[in-house]
Each structure stands twice: as C-alpha cells, then as structure tokens.
T-cell receptor, first 116, second 113 residues
Framework: AQKITQTQPGMFVQEKEAVTLDCTYD???????LFWYKQPSSGEMIFLIY??????QNATEGRYSLNFQKARKSANLVISASQLGDSAMYFC?????????????FGQGTELSVKP | EAGVTQFPSHSVIEKGQTVTLRCDPI?????LYWYRRVMGKEIKFLLH????????ESGMPNNRFLAERTGGTYSTLKVQPAELEDSGVYFC???????????FGSGTQLSVL
C-alpha cells in the first residue's frame, strides 16, 4: 500500500498567488514526522518544512506552511505569494518513529510551474 | 560548509557494464543514505550507513548493487552488471544524528542503454 500519496502530478499557479500541494499519508504509528522537499532543475533536494505528529501548531517557514490535518492524514504544503523560482518538483515524505534508522518514505512528487 | 556532493552528475553506460557512484556526505555526518528515483515514480530508499556500518539495506534491489563506506567517510554504490531498469536518479543524503532532517546531494542521473 502506498504510504505517501501525492495526487497532483503537475500544478500551475500564477505568480504572486498562493498554491496548495496535496499530500496524504498512511501509517499506524502514533509518532511520525512529515517533510516537504523541493527539487529545482539543478537536481538538489532542498528541505523546506517539517511537521511532527504531536505538534499542535501547523509548521511554518517563511512563505511555506504545512496544513496538517491529523484525522484526515493529510499534510498539504501551502506556498504563499508564489515566485518564479518556486517552479520545481515538490516531494512529501514521512518518517515513522518505529523506524530507528530515520529513513524517509517519499511520495511521487508534484511538479509546480509558476506562470509570470 | 560544503553540502553533500555526488559524482558523477550524469553517467551513460551500456547494459552489462559496471558503474560506480560516489557520495561525499557533509563532514561529521555519521548517517549516510542512498535513494533512487526511477522515471516518474517515487523516491525509494536503498540503504543506510551509520559510520562504516550498514544499518539498513532493505531497499537494495538485488545483489548487483554493492554499497560501501570504508572509513565512515565517503560512500560508493556500484552496479555490476547494470541492467536497463537500473536507469534513474540516485540520491545520497546525510544527517548528523539519526532522526534529524536529511541533507541531499544533487543526485547522479544514470542511463543504462
């Protein structure tokens, strides 16, 4: 079964508008962490934001925020005031607490294109 | 501070040949991970080193793949002999402590023809 699902293979957004990238996850673990990474055309994977399963507040990092809905098992990434440089692949990932090694499980990714 | 570096950035080889990918983690990072993304699919875990020891190699596809991290510094991932389905982007990541966020390299694009 897919542990991390990103249902949007591609998304378009107008510059300066906000965009939401969807991510749902599946785990029976009570303690887990959720991550978003950005992969621009240069190839490097850039960490954006982290949400712990016990965090009561939604995580925010600058223009990035994570809309964490635990009951729905969703961890959507919201990018406010989109910029042309936001065009990239975005990956949602999860780390389960029982996994002592800290490895991440990734979704298929969403390709975001920001239009001028 | 240098990030995670991977070499080569691209490799094109023929089926049956051998290829060795290299990863230099951030200095001082004991944890080193290898991941792979096959075209259009999700990024999949291959294995995890803690220093020079293999902590978890459950994601290694088969015995054509051999990863090493002698001395606990850089790591190599060798594919021998390469098959068409091995094509994809191979990522390396490191972290100082287990459970911390991972810092990724830019990946090696491997094409097996």
């Amino acid at each position: 079964a897919q542990k991390i699902t990103q249902t949007q293979p591609g998304m378009f957004v107008q510059e300066k508008e906000a965009v939401t990238l969807d991510c749902t996850y599946d785990t029976s673990d009570q303690s887990y962490g959720l991550f978003w990474y950005k992969q621009p055309s240069s190839g490097e994977m850039i960490f954006l934001i982290y949400q712990g399963s016990y965090d009561e507040q939604n995580a925010t990092e600058g223009r990035y925020s994570l809309n964490f809905q635990k009951a729905r098992k969703s961890a959507n990434l919201v990018i406010s005031a989109s910029q042309l440089g936001d065009s990239a692949m975005y990956f949602c990932a999860m780390r389960e607490a029982f996994n002592q090694g800290g490895k991440l499980i990734f979704g298929q990714g969403t390709e975001l294109s920001v239009k001028p | 501070e240098a990030g995670v570096t991977q070499f080569p950035s691209h490799s094109v080889i023929e089926k049956g040949q051998t290829v060795t990918l290299r990863c230099d983690p951030i200095s001082g990072h004991d944890n080193l991970y290898w991941y792979r993304r096959v075209m259009g699919k999700e990024i999949k875990f291959l294995l995890h080193f803690v220093k020079e020891s293999k902590q978890d190699e459950s994601g290694m596809p088969n015995n054509r793949f051999l990863a090493e991290r002698t001395g606990g510094t850089y790591s190599t991932l060798k594919v021998q002999p390469a098959e068409l389905e091995d094509s994809g982007v191979y990522f390396c990541a490191s972290s100082q402590q287990t459970g911390e966020k991972l810092f990724f390299g830019s990946g090696t694009q491997l094409s097996v023809l």
